[in-house]
């Protein structure tokens, strides 16, 4: 029989915190966080990955109001600043906090962009002990002298490598350098192997303890992962539709490599009487939290969106992630199908294989170790049958092989060049003259003039 993890009443949490977890329906910690908690409580500086889902803003939250509870100083500036890449995490991030915080006075507020910059100020004036923040608002508030990071105890960087991604790197330095430099700080990220993420560790992690959770880089066994071959958009098109309308009652993430390719479906869908939504960074940040809570409460069934919704975004109940273009690369894959097969639970990904996104998906599925299962749509099939890099190798094949043939047959110009020179041997070229006299430079003969 497999063991259980421990449970939260395990550790010695404060009575407030048990509650609100008892609150939540948490009892047993996930991996994450049963290495993480006892770690973090004992003051170490922390540097994590672990799978989309996995629980890893409980993991961090929990030692942070454990000593804010415990070590409680209401004169101090913010005690605990949380980087994140996008508006929709730091949302995210702020309603678990606020959650984790109902049977406490600890108070937490989310910094982003797309909000007024005054009332952020007015906001800050009463030092909330948590701030959860874009690099690029926070940057704002201390560029503006509006944030005082001189008291901070806790500096988390989550989602450290998509934050890399989006270029970032300058200005999470730059914060870094703002706080406190005698803090605990904990660096989270879904992949170890990220190019910066070793050297944006050395430059604010002290001696920090490392953890790798969970199944990185390796077949996501609660998640049925499918391709699906098409010809071009317009089929694409034709099979989202087909899928979606064989089962109207799943909740579904389908991505688009850009905006305007999420909009142009949006509208597809919506001629097709589905109930659908977009979202993009692009749309006001009023417009964004109004789509995520239709989407979450199942108002609307469809939600059609750019990677923005890749990271962090806890979507309960999600049966279906369908990637209308193939994510870019084997981490923003794992992203994207991590929004479903939460906690537990499972869930299907199907991506949509193109001629040109065949290569991708191959590469792809070499990265992640993973072999996806490949399945028709009935009545629409497509011509496309993959393997085009075969193709291509035979095709160059043959053509080299062609102009080898060719240039063997070809005859040289300058032999009949010799042949014609031999037959002229003997005969008597008219003098330069008599051919001046006879013709004009164009070849006509030359008007006389009286």
Same mark, same amino acid.
């Given at each position: !029989?497999?063991?259980?993890?421990?449970?939260?009443?395990?550790?010695?949490?404060?009575?407030?915190?048990?509650?609100?977890?008892?609150?939540?329906?948490?009892?047993?910690?996930?991996?994450?966080?049963?290495?993480?908690?006892?770690?973090?409580?004992?003051?170490?500086?922390?540097?994590?990955?672990?799978? #989309?889902?996995?629980?890893?803003?409980?993991?961090? &939250?929990?030692?942070?109001?454990?000593?804010?509870?415990?070590?409680?100083?209401?004169?101090?500036?913010?005690?605990?600043?949380?980087?994140?890449?996008?508006?929709?995490?730091?949302?995210? @991030?702020?309603?678990?906090?606020?959650?984790?915080? /109902?049977?406490?006075?600890?108070?937490? +507020?989310? !910094?982003?962009?797309?909000?007024?910059?005054?009332?952020?100020?007015?906001?800050?004036?009463?030092?909330?002990? @948590?701030?959860?923040?874009?690099?690029?608002?926070?940057?704002?508030?201390?560029?503006?002298?509006?944030?005082?990071?001189?008291?901070?105890?806790?500096?988390?960087?989550?989602?450290? *490598?998509? !934050?890399?991604? !989006?270029?970032?790197?300058?200005?999470?330095?730059?914060?870094?350098?703002?706080?406190?430099?005698?803090?605990?700080?904990?660096?989270?990220?879904?992949?170890?192997?990220?190019?910066? @993420?070793? +050297?944006?560790?050395?430059?604010? %992690?002290?001696?920090?303890?490392?953890?790798?959770?969970?199944?990185?880089?390796?077949?996501?066994?609660?998640?049925?992962?499918? #391709?699906?071959?098409?010809?071009?958009?317009?089929?694409?098109?034709?099979?989202?539709?087909?899928?979606?309308?064989?089962?109207?009652?799943?909740?579904?993430?389908?991505?688009?490599?850009?905006?305007?390719?999420?909009?142009?479906?949006?509208?597809?869908?919506?001629?097709?009487?589905?109930?659908?939504?977009? %979202?993009?960074?692009? %749309?006001?940040?009023?417009?964004?939290?109004?789509?995520?809570?239709?989407?979450?409460?199942?108002?609307?069934?469809? &939600?059609?969106?750019?990677?923005?919704?890749?990271?962090?975004? *806890?979507?309960?109940?999600?049966? %279906?992630?369908?990637?209308?273009?193939?994510?870019?690369?084997? *981490?923003?894959?794992?992203?994207?199908?991590?929004?479903?097969?939460?906690?537990?639970?499972?869930?299907?990904?199907?991506?949509?294989?193109?001629?040109?996104?065949?290569?991708?998906?191959?590469s792809i599925a070499r990265y992640l170790n993973v072999e996806f299962e490949e399945i028709a749509i009935k009545g629409l099939q497509a011509k496309f049958k993959g393997k085009i890099?075969?193709?291509?190798?035979?095709? /160059?094949?043959?053509?080299?092989?062609?102009?080898?043939?060719?240039?063997?047959?070809?005859?040289?110009? +300058?032999?009949?060049?010799?042949?014609?020179?031999?037959?002229?041997?003997?005969?008597?070229?008219?003098?330069k003259q008599e051919e001046s006299s006879t013709a004009g430079n164009d070849g006509f003969a030359p008007l006389k003039i009286k």
């Amino acid at each position: !029989m497999k063991e259980l993890n421990p449970k939260f009443s395990d550790f010695d949490l404060d009575e407030k915190l048990l509650k609100a977890l008892t609150k939540l329906q948490f009892e047993n910690c996930m991996s994450i966080q049963a290495e993480m908690l006892p770690i973090a409580i004992n003051g170490f500086d922390i540097l994590a990955s672990a799978e #989309t889902g996995s629980g890893k803003t409980i993991a961090y &939250l929990l030692p942070v109001l454990q000593k804010f509870i415990q070590q409680p100083a209401p004169n101090t500036a913010t005690r605990c600043l949380i980087l994140v890449p996008t508006r929709e995490l730091a949302a995210q @991030i702020e309603t678990d906090c606020k959650a984790l915080c /109902s049977f406490s006075q600890i108070n937490c +507020k989310a !910094m982003i962009g797309g909000v007024s910059f005054k009332e952020q100020k007015a906001l800050l004036r009463k030092n909330p002990e @948590i701030l959860i923040a874009t690099p690029g608002r926070i940057l704002e508030h201390i560029n503006q002298a509006s944030v005082d990071l001189s008291d901070l105890e806790f500096l988390i960087l989550d989602e450290a *490598d998509r !934050m890399l991604d !989006m270029g970032f790197r300058e200005d999470v330095l730059e914060i870094c350098n703002a706080c406190k430099k005698e803090r605990q700080t904990f660096l989270l990220s879904a992949t170890m192997v990220h190019v910066g @993420i070793e +050297k944006i560790a050395t430059s604010i %992690l002290n001696k920090a303890v490392h953890i790798e959770d969970g199944k990185y880089r390796q077949q996501e066994s609660n998640i049925k992962q499918q #391709t699906v071959l098409a010809d071009d958009v317009a089929h694409k098109n034709k099979l989202v539709g087909k899928i979606l309308q064989n089962d109207q009652d799943q909740k579904v993430l389908i991505f688009t490599n850009t905006r305007t390719q999420a909009m142009q479906l949006n509208a597809y869908l919506q001629y097709e009487k589905l109930n659908t939504a977009y %979202l993009h960074g692009e %749309l006001s940040q009023e417009d964004r939290q109004m789509v995520m809570q239709q989407f979450r409460k199942g108002s609307t069934k469809i &939600l059609v969106a750019t990677d923005l919704a890749a990271r962090g975004l *806890d979507i309960k109940d999600l049966d %279906l992630v369908l990637n209308f273009d193939m994510a870019r690369s084997g *981490d923003d894959y794992l992203h994207r199908i991590g929004r479903t097969g939460r906690a537990g639970k499972t869930g299907t990904a199907i991506s949509l294989i193109n001629a040109n996104d065949w290569n991708l998906s191959q590469s792809i599925a070499r990265y992640l170790n993973v072999e996806f299962e490949e399945i028709a749509i009935k009545g629409l099939q497509a011509k496309f049958k993959g393997k085009i890099e075969n193709k291509k190798k035979n095709t /160059s094949k043959k053509n080299s092989q062609a102009k080898k043939d060719a240039s063997k047959n070809k005859s040289h110009p +300058k032999a009949k060049q010799r042949l014609r020179n031999k037959k002229n041997i003997g005969k008597r070229r008219k003098p330069k003259q008599e051919e001046s006299s006879t013709a004009g430079n164009d070849g006509f003969a030359p008007l006389k003039i009286k």
